[in-house]
């Protein structure tokens, strides 16, 4: 099974091709079977590598496809390389991509890029795994940039609108300065050990004593480039504006998949990183400032969407403060846990938004609860996940995740704890105001109201599942249960994990367990108590705002600190090059150059009288001026 | 007594060379093509003396035989130049050479 | 001692002769000029034991080319001193090129290794028997060509000479 792997990315590329040239003529039933068909095929054959991985010896196989590139001593094979940790995201990929595609038959069904947008969906799972697949950093820059690729054209997908273009701009541009950073670490890691494979790197790196000055910059170049796909600071602001693309691909792409790229990176190159401590404190401290800073602003969002954008900019902070303080399991677990419950929560917002006929504004919901119960339960299941309660997923991926940057750092720790306080507060504010109370919206949209079709509410029900016992493939010890996941994943992150030993009391972890519910339980009731019971509103639009409410409602005036200190400079001296340099300079160089040819050959060619005889004249004199000067 | 022993081979090359420089001088000097023409047959010959001369001194026939592919090429030269020069005169009504001026700029 | 006369005398010739086809003015007069010339050629031809080459000469070039300079000239009514007149600064300047043309040329010739004749000289080299043996034995195949030269060459001029192709 394990030699079929090349069919995994294949069968979406297939599906691309199919449906990009003959999309428009196919009938939207048959688009939706072929986008989502090629996927369940994938999700197939990744759920059977996994088992045989899972069952067998070889913990590593890879697969020679073809050789790619071969320069001098630069021989770069396209091989995949199927371990516990590719296998886990291969998985994560097919199956929530799968799902996705199922609903987005129904979420799409009265757009007119149906097709399009099934050919963009399946190209996007292509890149994504080509990105986890690869056995070298080459080609996982290629899916890495062939996702950047997929995300712009899908948060361009309504293209007609110019901020949605504006948005899709803008997620291109940011991440081609995290690209940059990934693109020079993977020259450096070249350069040092003459070979980009993932194998031969590691197997380099160690022997490579810690804190060698030039893994550290390895490693935070690499996290440049995951800062810029995994919007952290301070290159989050794209992903908020991201949102402007179908709630479909802000779940699969902006939210489970695509986003996570960053920490499979990370977590692939793990022994680069537990070699070099400075860039594992990078890591961790941008990890926590980020989840910290994404959730004070999701607490003023009104936008059901960019509340769940800002939440997803939180958890992935999370997972890089895992990262950060070598909670590698830990971070993948969270990639997995917070795959299933985001999807869910943006489907189920996609629901919502699809039941309320395109209004995303929360002051404008409520009291859905009665007319989309099936629709309001999977997103109460989410909701629980992400905020940790205890028993669903959400619990046990934040609660390791904790647990290390305890150990690792009580400050962080400080900060996590607060990052989770703020995300079951506003989490909490989010499903309060949109499904209890009663109804704010017009009467048209009150009418409007429903459930959505089966295809949509099919896999809120798998994801909520999901979402619920995900968690369960790692419980942690103390709790008496197994680490499944960290079983699985032992053979990948062998090499670091003896290098950072984990330990902590049984009774702390029981403490900061409870510490964490306490909190979570505290911060539920506040959030209760603020939009149920005294029916609090957010502020209307244009209303004044206290001082610090209006700086998180305006999320710290980020954009308009980079507008005022990146755009608007380098506008200004790209205007001044341009008029200056390009136009007098350069083009008076050019021009110059062409006037004074011109001058040159129409002053010359006077001599060319055409008079027969004066060329033959000038032909004897210039023979004897030769002869004469060969005699001298 | 034979040539060779009585004129020194300069002689022979002082000659050809004046024949070859009065060729030059008509052309440089006339204007009418059909001179013109002639001065460059004066010039030819100049360089067949002086083949002649040389096959003689150093007893090779080799350099005799180059004057007949000289002479030939000069026939046909002559033919189709003075072809030309007869069309020339058709369109401008002159042999004057400076007529033919179209070749500037 | 009677040949360098004869060397004299027709080296004069020739130089007299070649600087009339240059002068006169009337170009039916050139072209006799011309033609005695080449009998003045001709002669030195002799002189050197190339008597056939003579033969050939007179035939070709006093025979053949200058009848169809003559030719030409009748057929264009050219013999009448049309010719416009040149200025002197550029009669001058030609006098001048192809002066120093002759200054440079003999220099240079006065500068060159003296080259010194065959021992033995063989007078029979320009007898026709040994012509044709080096003629058709060493340079069969440029002969052989030279005859698509003249094709081309007599193509050529009908070519040109007709007055136009319909």
Known sequence: MIKLVGLIPLLPLIG??????????????????????????????????????????????????????????????FSFLIDPLSSLFLLIITGIGFLIHLYSIGYMSHDEGFARFFAYLNLFIFFMLLLVLGSNYLIMFVGWEGVGLCSYLLIGFWFKNTAYNNAAKKAFIMNRIGDLGFLMGIILIFITFGSISYHEVFMQANSY?????????????????????????????????????????????????????????????????????????????????????????????????????????????????????????????????????KALLFLGAGSVIHAMGGEQDMRKMGGLKKYIPITHLTFLIGTLAIVGFPGFSGFFSK??????????????????????????????????????????????????LHESPKSMTIPLVILSMLAVVGGLIGIPEVLGGKHFLEEFLKPVFADSSSRIIFHLPESTEYMLMIVAVAVMATFLYSAYTVYVKNKTLPAAEGEELQPLHKLVYNKYWIDEIYETIITKPL???????????????????????????????????????????FYVFVMVISIVLILFTRLM | MSIIQTIPIEWYLFLSTVLFAIGVFGVLFRRNAIIIFMSIELMLNAVNLLLVAFSSYLSDSKGQVFVFFIMAVAAAEVAVGLAILSMVYRNTNSPDINNLNKLKW | MIITYMFYLLSFLAIMFGLMVVLSKNPVHSVLYLVLTFFAIAGHYVLLNAQFLAAVH?????????????????????????????????????????????????????????ITPSNEFNPNIGLI??????????????????????????????????????
């Open chain 1, 399 to 448: 609660d390791e995740i904790l647990a290390h940057a305890y150990e690792n750092n009580k400050l962080l720790w400080v900060l996590g704890i607060l990052t989770a306080a703020m995300t079951t507060f506003y989490m909490f504010r989010l499903y309060f105001l949109t499904f209890k109370g009663t109804f704010r919206g017009t009467h048209d949209q009150e009418h409007h």
């Open chain 3, 129 to 166: 028997e040994n012509l044709g043996q080096t003629l058709f034995k060493d340079y069969l195949l440029p002969f052989e060509v030279s005859s698509v030269l003249l094709l081309a060459a007599m193509v050529g001029a009908v070519m040109l000479a007709k007055k136009s192709i319909k």
């Open chain 1, 571 to 613: 506008n200004f001296i790209s205007e001044a090059l341009h008029k200056v340099v390009d136009n007098q300079i350069v083009d008076g160089i050019v021009n110059g150059i062409g006037y004074l040819v011109n001058w040159t050959s129409s002053t010359i060619r006077l001599a060319q009288t055409g008079n027969i005889g």
């Open chain 3, 58 to 114: 007179i035939i070709v070039y006093a025979g053949a080319i200058m009848v169809l300079f003559l030719y030409i000239i009748m057929m264009l009514n050219l013999n009448k001193e049309a010719e416009p007149h040149k200025s002197l600064w550029i009669k001058a300047s030609a006098a001048v090129a192809a002066g120093s043309l002759l200054v440079v040329l003999v220099a240079s010739i006065k500068g060159t290794v003296a």
């Open chain 1, 209 to 341: 004593s810690s804190g060698t000055p030039v893994l550290t910059v390895i490693a935070l170049l690499l996290f440049v480039g995951a800062m810029g796909k995994s919007a952290q600071l301070p290159l989050y602001t794209w992903l908020p504006d991201a949102m402007a693309g179908p709630t479909p691909v802000s779940a699969l792409i902006h939210a489970a998949t695509m986003v996570t790229a960053g920490i499979y990176m990370i977590a692939r190159s793990n022994i680069l990183y537990s070699l070099s401590p400075v860039a594992m404190q990078t890591v961790a401290i941008v990890g926590a400032c980020t989840a910290l800073f994404a959730a004070t602003i999701g607490l003023a969002q009104n936008d059901i969407k960019k509340v769940l954008a800002y939440s997803t900019v939180s958890q992935l902070g999370y997972m890089f403060l895992a990262l950060g303080v070598g909670a590698y399991t830990g971070a993948v677990f969270h990639v997995m846990t917070h795959a299933f419950f």
């Open chain 1, 16 to 77: 691309f091709v199919i449906i990009g040239l003959f999309g428009k003529k196919l009938s939207k039933s048959i688009v939706g079977l072929v986008g989502s068909g090629v996927i369940f095929g994938s999700f197939a054959l990744a759920l059977a590598i996994f088992f045989e991985l899972k069952g067998g010896t070889q913990k590593e196989f890879t697969i020679d496809l073809f050789t790619w590139i071969s320069a001098g001593k630069l021989s770069i094979p």
